[in-house]
């Protein structure tokens, strides 16, 4: 609905100028998470470049909880995604954006609060690890004022060493300030 609102605003100050600098943050979720909430915290910086692409750099909290009989093991995962996000397409004003980015990701995962053993006895291989990868995302941003840019987006995601698997997806929200 905010989307659908925000299409009619008119923003007419400069947009995507090459150097402008922005903060961001953005709450990410697991497609078909359990009954416990899945959730990804991230907040970071981006540099824009020339024709709307940017470099962006982000530092993400997650937490996945992993189904083992009546017990839900926590996964927490802290990454830093740095990469590049290239301009697709979107209207003459520059209002409305669809972007593509690629990033690496580099982290560490910790499952069961780093404890090896859990409720009915059994033990757990490994409690953390060092995980790293690589991101695709893509990304519709939308101009709410001259500074402000709301941002829905879905990312694929191919993280080695995880507990959780090698592939996951996300979908999300942000909210961006330009200065």
Not at 139 to 162: A, K, P
Request: glycine share 10%.
């Amino acid at each position: 609905m905010l989307f659908i609102l925000t299409m009619n605003v008119q923003s007419f100050a400069q947009q995507m100028i090459p150097k402008q600098k922005g903060f961001e943050i953005s709450y990410s979720v697991y497609p078909h998470s359990p009954e416990k909430q899945n959730y990804v915290l991230a907040a970071g910086l981006i540099s824009y470049g020339k024709n709307g692409k940017y470099v962006f750099g982000r530092a993400e909290y997650s937490r996945k909880y992993y189904k083992y009989r009546n017990y839900e093991i926590p996964i927490d995962i802290y990454l830093l995604n740095a990469g590049y996000s290239f301009y697709l397409v979107g209207d003459s004003m520059r209002n409305v954006n669809l972007n593509f980015g690629l990033g690496a990701l580099a982290g560490y995962e910790v499952v069961n609060r780093n404890k090896p053993l859990i409720y009915d006895g059994s033990l757990l291989n490994t409690t953390e690890s060092f995980v790293y990868g690589v991101s695709g995302k893509l990304s519709l941003e939308s101009y709410l004022t001259e500074h402000m840019v709301f941002i829905v987006d879905g990312q694929l995601r191919f993280l080695q060493n995880s507990q959780l698997g090698i592939l996951h997806s996300l979908i999300g929200l942000g909210l961006r300030y330009n200065f």
